[in-house]
Structures are given as structure tokens and as C-alpha cells.
């Protein structure tokens, strides 16, 4: 099998290769060429010392990414390559980083180091494959397999269990028995992780194709950095409008959802409110009154301990708050959602409410989503004929409310915002003589 490997990658091995030394593409670039996916990074190793491979690219520039760990960075025509000289590693006893490494001359012990068998196989210039933990059958067998020891694989880096299921979720891949058992037991190892490494892993992870296998099989280690999940993975939906409980419910709605991060993370979260709401009736008809007014709060403290960014939170919490409110499919209603929201954010709130609807008992949902479907038709030529929707678009401005005679000042923004409103409304169209007009009379009545 022939494989496209850059030019400048194929100069940095044959440059190393020529001066005697063992080198190698290694880890996700191999793995991506096996799946036949074009590899974003290219990472080499060689039986090359660090000093001894920057002897090599002498008149190059040289980046010491990391000495110490054996990683140098060469730029070729502008593109970083990390070479990172055959080591081994001592133990992690920050979970995360090993104390010390080791250089050593075998590839093998080199790659015996590393999370999964996919990423533990290396590839010279020729395509000839080194692969002594059987990483390629694993590929074809679409299996996640830790190499050696899965306890200790996930004990020396807690991440290594959120890498796992991001592997399966954005593959498509099973995860081998025992590495999954492993993945269970370990979990807790996530405890030791920092925020910012699990969130960076969970967003990959969400827009993953098979995100809602991996949400369905390992609900307990979600929980483990976001324990408020538990009582929703638990929570029964006792409803005309609901088939499935609180977990299978969200898995479906964010299954619905395109792959797109806010999206993902709102329907991860827009019903955990739901237990603490929990009402029954005399008929036996579970109620959740008021959920997601609470669910927006949680969403916003678990976005918050993740360490998420100010713009993604906001943005999720916003839409979490407002996913069950009444939208009637009128011009005046939906002027006023797109003044409130802005463009972006309404069509967000429309594909949360329109997957949060295929989430629930289909029979019951028809109406629902025809009804959405022609919300998003009339926003749609709302936008397209430029109709106004904010201050900036009235034909008046704040300069003429002054002209007419009002004092600048906070007056000045009351009339405007009563104009808008009207318009909004449909009581009076967007037309300058008109509102001036209504501007004049304001005056005259003060």
C-alpha cells in the first residue's frame, strides 16, 4: 500500500536516516494513514539523541520543544515536525507526567509506552510497518486496546480514560472488553486531571459520530467530573410526551443535534434540572415545572468548573434557559425573539427546541416540528427582506429624536425603544415621515 507522506517529512527522515540513525513516523499519523484519513500532524521518532538530531538539521531552524523529554521541533518550508528521540518513561506520580524518561535505542520499548495500540505503531520512508502490539489488526478490527496493562496505562495519565471514549466516539471504534473494563475502574484517575485536558477531550468527544454510544455505555465516568449528570442518567420521564427516561432522552436529543459543540453541550445539559423538578400527579403523570430555569444554573456551574470559555458558556446556559419557551409561529413573535437572541442565537434556539422534540414521543412531536419548520421559513424572509428588528434599522435615529426637541439623554433611548416596539408589533411601519411624525407629537405632548 502506497502512503502520501509530505515532502518535508520525507526530508527530515531522510536527512536522519542518512546520517545513521533509526527514524520513523509514529503514533496518530500512522494511525490516520491506516484508517485513510490525511494526518493533521506528522511526528517522528529516532534512536537519534536530541543533540545528535539537531546536528543534523544545522543551519535549519531548530525549535528545543522539549530536551528534557527528548523533543526537538524542526520547521521545514514554514511546518513544524516534532522529533522525539526512543525513550522510556518512570513513573507518573502526578498522573499526568512521567517523574524522568529514559533514551533508549529500541523502538520497541519506545512504542511499549504509549496509550493504544493504534497509536503504538511506527512507519518508515518505504511504508514498511513496525507494529509489535498489533495496532494495524486492531484498526481493521475497529478496536481501542490499551498496550499492555490497562490498569496501568490509565494509572500513569487519568486522561488516557477520556481519550478512550473520545477515540470511540469520534472513530466510530469499540473499545476492547478489557479496556473497557478498565476504563470503569479507573475512572476516578480523572479526579487527578485538570479541568482544562477533560474539557479540551469532551468537546472532541460530543461531536464524535457515535457520541451517543459512548454517553449510553459510560454514563459513570461523565459523572465523575460532572457528578450533578447522576441523578438525570436515573431520572424516569412518566409522561404522554416522553418514551424514554432523563439519559436516553438527552442521548437521542444530542444525537439529533449536528455536530457542532454549543449545540451538543446545551442538549447534554438542557434537561438536568429535571429531577430536582420532579412532580407527580394524582393521575400518576410526572411534571417539570420550572426545570429550565434550574437546569440553566447547573449548566452554567458544571460549564464553569470545566473551565470553559466565557462565549461557549454564556451561549449554552442562554440557550438551556430559553429551550422550552412558547414560540408561536407569528411575524410580530418572531421579530421580537430575533431582537432579543439576534440572528445567530434565535436559529440556534430553533435547532435545540427542533432536536429536544425528536428526543421525545414521536406521534405526540409532528405537529411540533411542522410548526418549527415554518418558524424558521418566516425568520428566514424576515432577514432576507431586511426588515427591522433593532435600533440600528429604524429609518430615525437618535439625532433626530434631538432635532425634534428632546434633551440628549436617557429620554432620547425611551422614544426610540417605544418606536421599535411598535414596529416590532406591526402598528406602524418603518418609515421615516411616519416616525418623525410620532417623534413631533411625543414633544408636543410633553
Not at 429535571?274 to 407527580?280: F, G, I, L, Q, W
Request: aromatic share 6%; charged share 30%.
Amino acid at each position: 500500500m502506497k502512503f502520501e507522506i509530505p515532502d518535508g517529512a520525507r526530508r527530515i527522515l531522510q536527512t536522519l536516516n542518512n546520517a545513521g540513525y533509526e527514524t520513523y513516523l509514529v503514533g496518530g499519523c500512522v494511525r490516520d494513514l491506516l484508517r485513510g484519513v490525511e494526518p493533521h500532524d506528522w511526528d517522528i521518532c529516532t534512536s537519534a539523541l536530541p543533540e545528535e538530531t539537531e546536528q543534523c538539521f544545522v543551519g535549519q531552524r531548530v525549535i528545543e520543544t522539549g530536551l528534557k523529554h527528548g523533543t526537538v521541533t524542526v520547521l521545514v518550508e514554514g511546518e513544524p515536525y516534532e522529533i522525539t528521540t526512543y525513550r522510556t518513561e518512570g513513573p507518573y506520580s502526578d498522573s499526568r507526567r512521567p517523574d524522568f524518561v529514559r533514551f533508549v535505542p529500541n523502538l520497541e520499548e519506545d512504542l511499549a509506552r504509549r496509550d493504544f495500540t493504534m497509536n503504538a505503531i511506527a512507519m518508515d520512508l518505504e511504508g514498511n510497518l513496525r507494529d509489535p502490539f498489533g495496532g494495524a489488526d486492531d484498526i481493521k478490527a475497529e478496536l481501542i486496546r490499551c498496550v499492555g496493562e490497562p490498569d496501568q496505562r490509565f494509572q500513569e495519565d487519568g486522561l488516557r480514560v477520556m481519550r478512550a471514549l473520545r477515540f470511540a466516539a469520534v472513530f466510530g471504534y469499540k473499545i476492547e472488553k478489557q479496556t473497557a473494563q478498565a476504563v470503569h475502574e479507573n475512572r476516578a484517575m480523572l479526579n487527578r486531571v485538570a479541568a482544562e485536558r477533560i474539557n479540551a477531550e469532551l468537546c472532541k468527544l460530543l461531536v464524535g459520530q457515535s457520541a451517543g454510544d459512548v454517553l449510553r455505555q459510560y454514563p459513570d465516568v461523565f459523572c465523575q467530573f460532572w457528578p450533578q449528570l447522576g441523578p438525570l442518567v436515573m431520572l424516569e420521564q412518566n409522561n404522554p410526551w416522553h418514551c424514554w427516561g432523563g439519559w436516553e432522552h438527552t442521548i437521542h436529543a444530542l444525537e439529533a443535534a449536528p455536530a457542532d459543540v454549543t449545540l451538543r453541550l446545551t442538549m447534554l445539559l438542557h434537561d438536568i434540572g429535571k429531577p430536582a423538578c420532579k412532580s407527580t400527579d394524582e393521575q400518576g403523570i410526572d411534571h417539570f415545572y420550572g426545570h429550565p430555569a434550574v437546569s440553566a444554573r447547573l449548566a452554567d456551574k458544571m460549564l464553569r468548573a470545566l473551565k470553559f470559555d466565557n462565549k461557549t458558556r454564556e451561549r449554552v446556559v442562554l440557550l438551556v434557559e430559553r429551550h422550552d419557551v412558547q414560540l408561536p409561529p407569528r411575524s410580530q413573535v418572531i421579530r421580537r425573539w430575533l431582537n432579543r437572541l439576534g440572528s445567530e442565537a434565535f436559529f440556534q434556539l430553533l435547532e435545540v427546541k427542533r432536536v429536544d422534540n425528536m428526543g421525545q414521543a414521536p406521534e405526540k412531536v409532528r405537529d411540533r416540528l411542522a410548526e418549527l419548520d415554518m418558524i424558521r421559513a418566516k425568520a428566514e424572509r424576515i432577514l432576507a427582506e431586511r426588515q427591522c428588528l433593532t435600533l440600528k434599522d429604524l429609518a430615525v435615529n437618535g439625532r433626530d429624536v434631538i432635532a425634534a426637541g428632546i434633551e440628549p439623554g436617557p429620554e432620547v433611548g425611551r422614544v426610540l425603544e417605544k418606536l421599535l416596539e411598535r414596529v416590532l408589533s406591526e402598528d406602524i411601519p418603518n418609515e421615516r415621515k411616519i416616525l418623525l411624525k410620532l417623534v413631533n407629537y411625543t414633544v408636543t405632548d410633553q
